[in-house]
Nanobody, 117 residues
Framework: QVQLVESGGGSVQAGGSLRLSCVAS????????IGWFRQAPGKEREEVVE???????SYAIAVKGRFSVSQDYVKSTLYLHMDSLKPEDTAMYYC???????????WGQGTQVTVSS
C-alpha cells in the first residue's frame, strides 16, 4: 500500500518560490510512476509533472522552466521546486502515484499554495 503525505504549501507573493515535499511509503521506484497535480477552485485537476520509472520528468507547459522536481531516495521524498510563481499557480497541490501505465491510484491529502499579485 502506497501512502503519500504532502507538505510545504503556503502563501507567497508573485515571483516568489516554494518547495513542496511528498513523503512516499510503500513506493517502488522501479514499478511506480509518481507526479504532482493541482486543482484550482472551479477548475479541473491538471497534471503538473510526472516522473516515470526511469526517473524522467515530464512537465506541463504552464510550469515548464519554472518548476522542477528532485528526489531524495534515502528519505523517500519527492520535492517540487516552484520558482517565479504566478497568481494562476494558486491551487491545491497533490502528490499521486500508481503503477506506470495503469493510472494514479494513490493520492495524498494535498497542500494549498496561494500566490498573491
Amino acid at each position: 500500500q502506497v501512502q503519500l503525505v504532502e507538505s510545504g504549501g503556503g502563501s507567497v507573493q508573485a515571483g516568489g518560490s516554494l518547495r513542496l515535499s511528498c513523503v512516499a511509503s510503500g513506493y517502488s521506484y522501479s514499478r511506480h510512476c509518481i507526479g504532482w497535480f493541482r486543482q484550482a477552485p472551479g477548475k479541473e485537476r491538471e497534471e503538473v509533472v510526472e516522473i516515470d520509472s526511469d526517473g524522467m520528468a515530464s512537465y506541463a507547459i504552464a510550469v515548464k522552466g519554472r518548476f522542477s522536481v528532485s528526489q531524495d531516495y534515502v528519505k523517500s521524498t519527492l520535492y517540487l521546486h516552484m520558482d517565479s510563481l504566478k497568481p494562476e499557480d494558486t491551487a491545491m497541490y497533490y502528490c499521486a502515484a500508481g503503477v506506470c501505465g495503469l493510472g494514479y491510484g494513490y493520492w495524498g491529502q494535498g497542500t494549498q499554495v496561494t500566490v498573491s499579485s
